[in-house]
């Protein structure tokens, strides 16, 4: 037979309090009227015995289960989003909250699932998590608790936390005017004409209307624009040797890092140098971006400052419709040279 549960009765025993007493100074209330030395018995006493709160009484009582999930595609198993996680578990354990990690593979039967079990374990709110910044599918099902989009959006849930991709897609043009070069920069990862009426996601779009907005506004105009709908490096490397073929860019602005790492094979098979010959600015600050040689100039992903917003949102208080928009981190590295005064 297992160990009988230290009950609040016990500590209220032991303390020489009763049990209201005990309550009231285990929960926090403020102004209990009760002096420091019995503060300091019931401490004692919940210490002694090892007590520790019945959380599923106290949610009966309160409606509060000081838990909340956090349901996400493949955030968990890859280590390309997984700040998200961390900075969720850092805000949920300042609030003194237990999160609930589920991940679904982004299969909708799996998402109802993971729905039903958090609602079923009564948690106070659900935070739905992406890996890459996207609309996100959640289950046609009553859902009456608070709910955060976290790198992602609905139509459902209006209240999310993303990137701000516009800026961040300013900066990277930005940072190639502070390294001098205005001119024969090559857009590696979309070309508008060819991608004209497809939608990759809100993010992608306003990451390329910041690059865009910025071109313009600075009198800059791309030498050539190729697309490829998968971002990852065998594309980049592919891209940038069919773009040596017919150029000589000064520039690639990459549209992410893993294209960027392709570019960097095929100049480097080519015989050109970073950032002598070629300059390369990215986007995502992939953790392998600081190992190349030279480093990746990119523009990083706020992963872990979101995933603490979006558990701070959800717990604040009343939702409210609209986006918070996190900075994205802009890192210099030697892919750039540094403009001659």
């Known amino acids: 037979m297992g160990k009988k549960r230290v009950t609040l009765a016990d500590v209220a025993r032991l303390a020489g309090l009763s049990t209201t007493a005990a309550s009231m100074i285990l929960t926090g209330r403020p102004d209990t009227r009760l002096s420091p030395e019995a503060h300091k018995k019931v401490h004692d006493?919940?210490?002694?015995?090892?007590?520790?709160?019945?959380?599923?009484?106290?949610?009966?009582r309160t409606d509060k289960s000081r838990s909340i999930a956090f349901i996400s595609d493949y955030v968990a198993t890859t280590r390309f989003a997984s700040g998200l996680i961390r900075?969720?578990?850092?805000?949920?354990?300042?609030?003194?909250?237990?999160m609930l990690l589920l991940e679904t593979g982004g299969e909708p039967a799996r998402e109802i699932q993971a729905v039903e079990a958090a609602l079923d374990r009564q948690v106070d709110g659900?935070?739905?998590?992406?890996m890459r910044a996207r609309e996100v599918f959640v289950p046609d099902m009553a859902i009456n608790v608070p709910v955060v989009m976290l790198n992602g959006t609905s139509a459902r849930f209006s209240s999310s936390v993303l990137p701000d991709e516009y800026q961040g897609g300013r900066t990277a043009v930005?940072?190639?005017?502070?390294?001098?070069i205005r001119d024969d920069i090559v857009l590696l990862g979309h070309n508008a004409q060819q991608e004209e009426g497809l939608f990759r996601s809100e993010a992608i779009s306003n990451r390329l209307r910041g690059i865009r907005d910025a071109m313009s506004d600075a009198g800059m105009a791309f030498l050539a624009e190729v697309s490829c709908w998968n971002w990852e490096p065998n594309f980049g490397y592919e891209l940038t040797r069919k773009v040596l073929k017919t150029h000589r860019p000064r520039a690639l602005l990459c549209l992410n890092d893993r294209l960027a790492f392709g570019a960097y094979q095929a100049l480097g098979e080519a015989g050109l140098r970073i950032p002598e010959d070629i300059g390369l600015v990215s986007f995502d600050n992939d953790e392998i971006a600081g190992y190349l040689r030279p480093g990746l100039t990119t523009i990083g992903l706020p992963h872990e400052d979101m995933g603490h917003r979006a558990v701070q949102r959800l717990l604040e208080g009343p939702l409210t419709p609209g986006a918070d928009l996190l900075a994205m981190p802009a890192i210099w590295r030697g892919s750039l040279p540094e403009k001659q005064a």
């Not at 919940?46 to 949610?59: C, D, E, I, K, T």
């Not at 930005?174 to 001098?180: C, D, I, K, P, S």
């Open 45 to 60: 006493a919940a210490a002694s015995l090892g007590y520790r709160p019945n959380v599923a009484a106290r949610a009966l």
């Open 87 to 98: 900075g969720a578990l850092a805000a949920a354990e300042e609030a003194k909250h237990v």
């Open 126 to 130: 659900l935070i739905f998590a992406a």
């Open 174 to 180: 930005e940072f190639l005017v502070r390294a001098g």
